[in-house]
């Protein structure tokens, strides 16, 4: 029985050494990286903690409370309030995203005359910044120098002019539907690019044994487009959760506080009442819910095999 002869010494050296230049590189190169993340996340996300364990005013010296912030923050009716109101929107408008850009991908994705024309007017709410887009909806659904209200009651749909931000239904429908018509067109890249990354093969195979369309999009789309719906849904559930620029432009939290997020009552303790430390607080406490979800999503949607 014959054994392989070791490495010289030398030889084995040079590889060692090689090694760790090469890692030396991979490391110089994610650096930068490193850098951003330490300077835009990982220290403010330090300085927050910090601030939510004081009582932090916007002048004055900060007096340190312990988690005084966070035991005031259980008794918060109005968080409890704003976070259930956020999770339903989230519940609501995740859906409805869904139910427009999936098909919207699937018809972007089969080659038709002017397709690159649709693609396009479909995505480019897209590129309209949020207080843009809610600054441009204010003025649509304002009932008097709005475009909304005049034009119902114009094509006899209504009496007479209707304010649609009087009333908690039609202020909340309002602003999903913009924000389906802004968001939209992102979700259907993301899904275009998953239903792009399913070959064609596969899809003929199943044709050829006589699975109908509907059982191929079962069976074959929905498993391959899993990691990529799980991306689609991890982010819109993300920004639902931070929704904050629509609900203060278009509704200002009306009526009567009804439409006050998560975030809209973080803004206000910090930056309209001036209770620095108790906003740190709630901050945090929104980043471990959008953690926990964000892991539970992930769990979900895991394929057998592993992400």
């Not at 994705?109 to 207080?131: C, D, H, N, Q, S």
């Not at 278009?250 to 997020?261: C, H, K, N, Y």
């Amino acid at each position: 029985m014959t054994y392989p002869k070791p490495l010289p010494s030398s030889t084995a050296r040079r590889k060692s050494t090689r090694l760790r230049r090469q890692q030396l590189a991979g490391l110089l190169f994610i650096v930068p990286a490193l850098i951003l993340v330490a300077i835009f996340f990982v220290i403010p996300l330090g300085m927050s903690f910090w601030m939510s364990l004081h009582n932090w005013p916007l002048l004055g010296k900060p007096k340190f409370i312990w988690f005084d912030n966070y035991a005031h923050l259980l008794k918060d009716a109005q968080f409890w309030a704003s976070l259930r109101f956020t999770v339903y929107y989230t519940v609501i408008v995740t859906i409805a995203i869904f139910a427009v850009a999936f098909p919207l991908a699937i018809y972007a994705e089969k080659p038709r005359p002017l397709i690159k024309l649709y693609r396009t007017a479909f995505f480019l709410p897209v590129v309209v910044g949020f207080g843009s887009a809610s600054l441009l909806w204010a003025w649509l659904l304002d009932v008097d120098a709005g475009l909304f209200s005049p034009a119902a009651q114009y094509l006899g749909l209504t009496a007479k002019r209707v304010n649609l931000l009087a009333d908690f239904d039609t202020t909340f429908w309002s602003i999903l539907i913009m924000v389906v018509w802004k968001t939209a067109g992102f979700n259907m890249i993301i899904l275009l690019t998953g239903l792009q990354g399913i070959s064609s093969e596969v899809q003929e195979a199943a044709r050829m044994d006589g699975a109908s369309t509907w059982q191929r999009f079962r069976r074959i789309t929905l498993p391959l487009m899993r990691r990529t719906i799980a991306l689609a849904l991890i982010l819109s559930v993300s920004g639902s959760m931070l929704a904050f620029d629509q609900f203060y432009i278009i509704a200002d939290g009306g009526p009567q506080t009804s439409t006050v997020t998560a975030v809209y009552w973080i803004f206000s303790q910090s930056f309209v009442s001036f209770h620095l430390g108790y906003g740190a607080a709630l901050s945090m406490v929104l980043l471990a819910i959008l953690v926990v979800i964000s892991v539970v999503q992930l769990r979900l949607l895991r394929n057998p095999e592993g992400m």
